[in-house]
């Protein structure tokens, strides 16, 4: 079953916090997974992506932490700003042929000042 | 500057009416690809071309064709066989081989009428 189960479906942060996302995905032969942002009325962007054979990856204030074991990955966002706020999805590769992806549903992340 | 141009932005259309939608990129990628985006979903694969006069069906293909005739460009024709074509329409792009990121457009706002 090539699925991929995202939660929250909405989360609200303060100002300066920290934002989780996770993901949840069934097939083994995934092999690449990327988180994309997406603001409204635009095109989501890529913003940091990870390979099974890592257990976590970190760019700036995002973070991916990736368990294989149990075929979860989350997004770390630490100290939350309000130019965060848009929604986020989470998505795996079932080959390595990139863009070739299957979605979570996304989380719509708002951070208040 | 390297990037995906779809265009129109939006577009409206009587329903019965066929429907093309535009994607031109210039980031010599092999691959390309269009996806569905329904408010509150993740985004879902209609079609996806890896080589120029090749393409496959996603998982949402009915009702929607697809050309590629030139590397730089990806036509999506929405037929009116798609029951439910009202939709923000996502084309993206990735290199075949080593990066597998997937780059996107800004989108095609579809509403039919």
């Known amino acids: 079953q090539q699925q991929v189960k995202q939660s929250p479906q909405s989360l609200i942060v303060q100002k300066g916090g920290i934002s989780i996302i996770n993901c949840a995905y069934e097939?083994?032969?995934?092999?690449?997974f990327p988180w994309y942002q997406q603001f409204p009325g635009k095109g989501p962007a890529l913003l940091i992506a990870i390979r099974p054979d890592v257990s976590e990856k970190k760019e700036g204030r995002f973070t991916i932490s990736f368990n294989k074991s149990a075929k979860q990955f989350s997004l770390h966002i630490m100290d939350s700003q309000p130019g965060d706020s848009a929604t986020y999805f989470c998505?795996?590769?079932?080959?390595?042929?990139?863009?070739?992806?299957?979605f979570g549903q996304g989380t719509e992340l708002s951070v208040k000042p | 500057d390297g990037g995906i141009t779809q265009s129109p932005k939006y577009l409206f259309r009587k329903e019965g009416q066929n429907v093309t939608l535009s994607c031109e990129q210039n980031?010599?990628?092999?691959?390309m690809y269009w996806y569905r985006q329904d408010p509150g979903q993740g985004l879902r694969l209609i079609y996806y071309s890896q080589i120029v006069n090749d393409f496959q069906k996603g998982d949402i293909a009915e009702g929607y064709s697809v050309s590629r005739e030139k590397k730089e460009s990806f036509p999506l024709t929405v037929t009116s066989a798609q029951k439910n074509p009202t939709a923000f329409y996502l084309c993206a792009s990735s290199t075949r081989r080593g990066s597998p990121s997937a780059f996107f457009g800004q989108g095609t706002r579809l509403t039919v009428v």
């Open positions: 097939n083994t032969a995934f092999d690449y």
């Open positions: 998505a795996a590769s079932p080959d390595n042929q990139g863009g070739k992806l299957i």
């Open positions: 980031l010599n990628h092999d691959a």
